[in-house]
């Protein structure tokens, strides 16, 4: 049944999202949990690339799809795989949870225009019912509703839906949601857009063939300038940008690119070499299965290589460190290699012994743990803010001195930076050395946190200002071991400096823990937990990052050591 929506349920929903921190895994938990909630109705659609949309029968149909049409215009042999063997498909983390935030996204963008009508069916199956989305949307049309989300059509096997379509006067316009970020018209450039030029233009052409009058072509996009009230706006969270001139261009290439993809799915796995469009405009989830076989490392290893260099060389069979000896290559990728196939060390005990100088006692270890969402949760974020929730703070009063710790976990349900900030002033004086590892991250949340926090200001940027980067020794090439393999990433150096100890191994820790994604997903789902689960929870959130500071400490001791014994 289609479902119908007005302002008055956005508004509750709105109000919902005001006091729940993580909407979007909330409701995901409510459904693992096979709990029913008086809120909306929430469809969790998967990802654009597994869509119900490639079922069996479709599959035979040689159908096109808006993401399908465009995982042409990325690589033909990515439409192919997507439909004949996406069971290769490596989704990562990281872009399940982008495709997570789309979909929270996708549904607060419905209700931009106010009252609209969503085209929505499903087979007994679960999978999409097309036809009687298509007979739905035909009906709105039909019955003057003004705005339809998920407007759907179909002609000769090229089907789509229109994320809001709005009427206009005589004709329609698109509005294409994407929850990615607008900045500025400066970064806005015609290839930045391309991507989305060439997904509305598909729809575009798809619809007029279908005898739809389409008169505009917008793209909606969080504003990466908007920082939230004490109530979410949805006019002005998101960024409205006119796309005709854009969309036009391309749409001229349609009927080209739609015989070509039909052609590609008619035929057999196409040829096609890895190159940038492996990564360009989105990374491949087939990128594995296009390179398997290779060993480890290889090319694809190499620190700070261009992306189309390192394809250039695999394409020449250039694959192994042995094979880009002859490569011009920079210091440290040669030094990369030469550890590599050599079995060397790089290690020069002056330049430590001055970065340690830098080290003062009292002595402090901190790192930060983060989350981060496209709707903004508290009042003051702004879409995608890094909002840190815990941090763990080691420190040694002086030389010889007892390691002592500190930490702060927010309690998931309310804002917890103030809190956060108030603790940390507390624990790291005005004045002290503090060490953090790609002190970047840690200045950066600080500043913000300054920014935040007026009356804490001083402190806060007190404590950044006298931050010295743990890094900095590997970057700068004064310690160099082959086990690092062109990562500087503590999670790289520890295990190479430390190998045998056991305690320093990120796996070995217990509960649920064990990366910083895995923290921010943990966090926010602990207001939702049973009270057991949420103190298992906690136990290892706080575990984590206590590793994190003691790693630091353990690196900072073995260069005290390698400046010493050398
Ligand atoms: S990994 Fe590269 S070559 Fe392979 S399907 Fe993806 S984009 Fe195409």
Same mark, same amino acid.
Request: aromatic share 12%; no cysteine.
């Given at each position: 049944m289609a479902k119908q929506r007005s302002n008055c349920s956005l508004l509750g929903l709105l109000q919902f999202l005001s006091i729940i921190t993580n909407f979007n895994k909330f409701i995901t938990t409510l459904i693992a949990n096979g709990r029913s909630a008086d809120i909306p109705t929430l469809r969790i659609v998967v990802p654009a690339s597994l869509?119900?949309?490639?079922t069996k029968e479709n599959r035979n149909m040689k159908s096109l799809s808006k993401s399908r049409y465009t995982a042409f215009c990325q690589c033909p042999k990515n439409l192919w795989l997507g439909v004949?063997?996406?069971?290769?498909a490596v989704i990562d983390d990281a872009a399940k949870a982008r495709f997570e935030e789309g979909n929270v996204v996708g549904y607060l963008a419905m209700g931009l225009f106010g009252n609209y009508k969503e085209a929505h069916a499903e087979k007994p199956d679960g999978s999409l019912d097309l036809s009687a989305m298509i007979a739905q949307t035909q009906q709105f049309m039909a019955a003057g509703v003004e705005n339809i989300c998920e407007a759907s059509f179909s002609i000769d096997g090229n089907y789509c839906a229109v994320d809001i379509l709005r009427k206009n006067g005589d004709g329609w316009d698109i509005y294409e949601v994407k929850s990615s970020t607008y900045h500025d018209d400066k970064t806005d450039t015609a290839k930045h857009l391309l991507v989305y030029s060439r997904d509305i233009a598909y729809q575009k052409w798809v619809l007029e063939r279908c005898g739809v009058k389409v008169k505009g072509c917008y793209l909606v996009r969080l504003d990466s300038n908007y920082v939230r009230g004490k109530e979410l706006d949805i006019q002005d969270l998101f960024h409205i940008k006119d796309m005709k001139e854009l969309v036009d261009n391309e749409y001229l290439k349609v009927p080209t690119n739609v015989k070509r993809a039909k052609a590609v799915l008619a035929g057999d796995e196409p040829d096609e070499p890895v190159a940038l469009h492996c990564h360009d405009p989105y990374d491949c989830a087939f990128f594995q299965y296009c390179t398997k076989g290779m060993q480890y490392?290889?090319?694809?290893?190499?620190?700070?290589?261009?992306f189309q260099l390192k394809c250039e060389l695999y394409n020449q069979g250039k694959i192994y460190y042995e094979d880009l000896r002859d490569e011009n290559l920079t210091e440290i990728q040669r030094l990369q290699v030469e550890t590599s196939l050599n079995g060397t060390q790089l290690v020069t005990p002056e330049d430590i012994r001055e970065f340690l100088?830098?080290?003062?006692?009292p002595l402090y270890f901190l790192d930060f743990e983060t989350m981060m969402f496209a709707?903004?949760? #508290?009042?003051?974020t702004k879409p995608y803010q890094q909002i840190p929730f815990q941090y763990s703070l080691h420190w040694i009063e002086e030389e010889g001195g007892e390691l002592k710790h500190s930490e702060f976990l927010g309690?998931?349900?309310?804002?917890p930076r103030r809190a956060l900030a108030e603790q940390l002033c507390k624990d790291i004086p005005k004045g002290v050395c503090t060490t953090a590892y790609n002190k970047g991250f840690e200045c950066g949340r600080l500043k913000e946190l300054a920014d935040a926090y007026p009356d804490l200001r001083e402190h806060l940027l007190d404590i950044r200002d006298h931050i010295v980067d743990l890094i900095e020794p590997f970057r700068q090439k004064m310690v160099y071991l082959p086990e690092m393999n062109g990562s500087f990433s503590i999670k790289h150096v520890l295990p190479a400096l430390q190998?045998?100890?056991?305690?320093?191994? #990120?796996?070995?820790?217990?509960?649920?823990?064990?990366n910083g994604g895995e923290a921010m997903t943990i966090y926010p789902l602990i207001a939702t937990m049973t009270p057991s689960a949420a103190a298992a929870a906690r136990e290892s959130l706080l575990k984590y990052c206590w590793l994190d500071t003691y790693a630091m400490v353990k690196v900072w001791e073995k260069l005290r050591e390698m400046a010493t014994n050398n």
């Open positions: 869509m119900n949309l490639d004949f063997k996406r069971d290769e490392p290889n090319v694809f290893n190499m620190y700070r290589m261009n100088k830098k080290l003062t006692y709707i903004p949760p #508290y009042e003051g309690d998931s349900v309310l804002d190998p045998d100890d056991p305690a320093l191994n #990120y796996s070995n820790l217990e509960g649920s823990v064990h």
